[in-house]
Structure formats: structure tokens, C-alpha cells
């Protein structure tokens, strides 16, 4: 199988329902993705996952880089090991979370120095390192590194952010690319920045 495959089976208007295939299992669209932010959807077992009609989770990158950090989870056989999970799983890139918990973040080309909301350590977190991090969590989506503004800030930072997020998912792609065995079986998306400005997003 090759490691991704997108089949639409019907459309109306513009709505549309398919499929992804991936080796890890076919994920219907429109999907329902449960979060799982810290390697577990609360309050549910995998099998609770399974039967309420869930081909998908979704993982996050800045949680589990902190706790229980992503080297351990690589240790432990990534991500599906560690949470008894063997369908497919999306790790966001971790930009949202560090440009929104995080106190004291320092933006710059290279990525954003911030403060663990856990204990106040210092960290750095690259278009590199995002995915890096999602690559040895065992990740099957891989999300590219992206930065956000608020939708509030005026349209030059707005699109200031744009061109960075662009710049950001060629490293994001070229680092993607480079880990060969993992980037064989799974796939990477980018992510659209440019606020609520349709001339931005275009």
C-alpha cells in the first residue's frame, strides 16, 4: 500500500465524502478525530475509541515533547505502543500550543524559545525539531510548523506570519523528507495561515 491515498466516493455541491488509505488503516472523511493530547482520549479506552467511530486520534506535539517527552515514547515503541492504539494518528506541529500557554516566547526565523507551562524550563521549537519530535512519536500525519497570530493583529503581522508559515513548511517538508524510512509510511500536511483574511489565505 502506498503510505497515503485520498478517494473521493461522492460529492454534493461542495461537500464531498472519501477515504485515506494508509498502512495503519483507512480513515473515512469527513472524519471524527478524538483528542488525544497527552497519548490518551479522557475517560475512554482504545476499544471505547474504536466503537464510537473513530479511524483516528489526534496527538500533541508540545504536550508530549514536555511530558512524558518524545524520546521516551520512542523508547517505548511510539505512540501506538504506548497507548494500545494501532489505527492511524495526526500530531499537530505544537506551534498553537507554544504561542498560547507558553509565557515569555521569543519569535525569530530559526522558531520560538519559550517556557514550559509545567515548570518554567526553557525550550526551543524549530520547523526541525516539530518534526523530529512527531517523527519519533511514530506519528502517520505529520503536521508541518506554522506560525500563529490572533486574528486581532493587523493585517502586516498577519501576513508576515503567512510568508514565515510558508518558509517554515519548505523546512518542515525538507526535514520530513530527509528522515526516509518514516517519511516512506506517513504522510505530512501544511497548514494555512493568513487569519481570516481571504486574500492572505489564497
Same mark, same amino acid.
Given at each position: 500500500?502506498?503510505?497515503?491515498?485520498?478517494?473521493?466516493?461522492?460529492?454534493?455541491?461542495?461537500?464531498?465524502?472519501?477515504?485515506?488509505?494508509?498502512?495503519? !488503516?483507512?480513515?473515512?472523511?469527513?472524519?471524527?478525530?478524538?483528542?488525544?493530547?497527552?497519548?490518551?482520549?479522557?475517560?475512554?479506552?482504545?476499544?471505547?475509541?474504536?466503537?464510537? !467511530?473513530?479511524?483516528?486520534?489526534? !496527538?500533541?506535539?508540545?504536550?508530549?515533547?514536555?511530558?512524558?517527552?518524545?524520546?521516551?515514547?520512542?523508547?517505548?515503541?511510539?505512540?501506538?505502543?504506548?497507548?494500545?492504539? +494501532?489505527?492511524?494518528?495526526?500530531?499537530?506541529?505544537?506551534?498553537?500550543?507554544?504561542?498560547?500557554?507558553?509565557?515569555?516566547?521569543?519569535?525569530?526565523?530559526?522558531?520560538?524559545?519559550?517556557?514550559? &507551562?509545567?515548570?518554567?524550563?526553557?525550550?526551543?521549537?524549530?520547523?526541525?525539531?516539530?518534526? +523530529?519530535?512527531?517523527?519519533?512519536?511514530?506519528?502517520?500525519?505529520?503536521?508541518?510548523? +506554522?506560525?500563529?497570530?490572533?486574528?486581532?493583529?493587523?493585517?502586516?503581522?498577519?501576513?508576515?506570519?503567512?510568508?514565515?508559515?510558508?518558509?517554515?513548511?519548505?523546512?518542515?517538508?525538507?526535514?520530513?523528507?530527509? !528522515?526516509?524510512? &518514516?517519511?516512506? &509510511?506517513?504522510?505530512?500536511?501544511?497548514?494555512?495561515?493568513?487569519?481570516?483574511?481571504?486574500?492572505?489565505?489564497?
Amino acid at each position: 500500500m502506498t503510505r497515503f491515498a485520498f478517494t473521493i466516493h461522492a460529492t454534493d455541491g461542495r461537500a464531498r465524502t472519501g477515504a485515506i488509505a494508509m498502512e495503519r !488503516g483507512t480513515i473515512r472523511t469527513p472524519a471524527f478525530m478524538p483528542v488525544g493530547t497527552a497519548a490518551t482520549v479522557k475517560a475512554m479506552k482504545p476499544a471505547d475509541v474504536v466503537a464510537a !467511530g473513530a479511524d483516528i486520534i489526534l !496527538g500533541n506535539t508540545y504536550h508530549l515533547m514536555l511530558r512524558p517527552g518524545a524520546e521516551r515514547v520512542e523508547r517505548m515503541g511510539g505512540l501506538h505502543a504506548f497507548m494500545g492504539w +494501532d489505527r492511524p494518528i495526526l500530531t499537530d506541529s505544537g506551534g498553537y500550543q507554544v504561542m498560547s500557554l507558553s509565557e515569555l516566547t521569543k519569535r525569530s526565523e530559526d522558531g520560538v524559545a519559550f517556557k514550559s &507551562h509545567l515548570d518554567g524550563t526553557r525550550h526551543m521549537l524549530s520547523p526541525e525539531r516539530s518534526i +523530529d519530535i512527531q517523527r519519533r512519536l511514530g506519528s502517520n500525519i505529520v503536521m508541518a510548523f +506554522d506560525e500563529l497570530v490572533p486574528t486581532t493583529t493587523p493585517r502586516e503581522v498577519q501576513a508576515a506570519a503567512m510568508e514565515r508559515s510558508m518558509r517554515w513548511a519548505k523546512r518542515s517538508r525538507d526535514a520530513f523528507d530527509s !528522515g526516509e524510512e &518514516h517519511a516512506a &509510511h506517513n504522510a505530512i500536511f501544511g497548514i494555512q495561515q493568513g487569519a481570516l483574511d481571504e486574500g492572505l489565505r489564497r
